[in-house]
């Protein structure tokens, strides 16, 4: 009967957190209630909050999901003592991820503003554990001599952004594929290093 009762958890629980990203990419945070959310997987509002205490702590669970996946991705792939094969490796790496997960992308960047204090510390700490990943290959890069730069902070922040922007304009079957589109942002990210 546990068992019973587990397996139903673990399918419900991905279903509700998968509801919750399509309505907060779709509707914004504020917009949706627990009864939408309840509603899209076919339960009584109610009964939600057996997987979830509250509306703000399933976008904690979404984006802390998002970030650890982001993280734990980047840390798996080989690094090189060369500052120039990793910065196109994470210029690659962080295009690939997020052109596959546009709903979670944009939740990560737009919903930000509606984590309490806390919660906004908890992911903030996070997202600056993956933007030092940036700096310490550009510092490195600027140390060997292979990078011209006059702030690597400054520089991470404008590639991040750069980068990330992607998931604003790229659709599947465009005129583009994803490898010539990271192809075109590594040539940008590279001349604007070693200009």
Known sequence: MARTQGSHAEITGPRIQAAAQRLFADHGYAAVSMRQIAGEVGLQVGALYNYTPDKQALLVSLLEGHMHDLLDTWAALPQTVEPMQNLESFVRFHIAFHM?????????????????????????????????????????????????????????????????????????????????VQDHYWNMVRRAVTA
Do not use: C
């Open 100 to 180: 596959a997960r546009p709903q979670a992308v944009f939740i990560a960047y737009m919903e930000l503003r509606n984590l309490t204090p806390d919660n906004f510390t908890r992911i903030e700490s996070l997202r600056r554990r993956y933007e030092d990943a940036l700096t310490t290959i550009l510092d490195r890069g600027r140390a060997s001599g292979d990078f011209h730069i006059d702030d690597a902070k400054l520089t991470t922040f404008g590639i991040i952004a750069m980068l990330t922007g992607v998931t604003t304009w790229y659709r599947d079957g465009g005129r583009l594929t994803p490898t010539e």
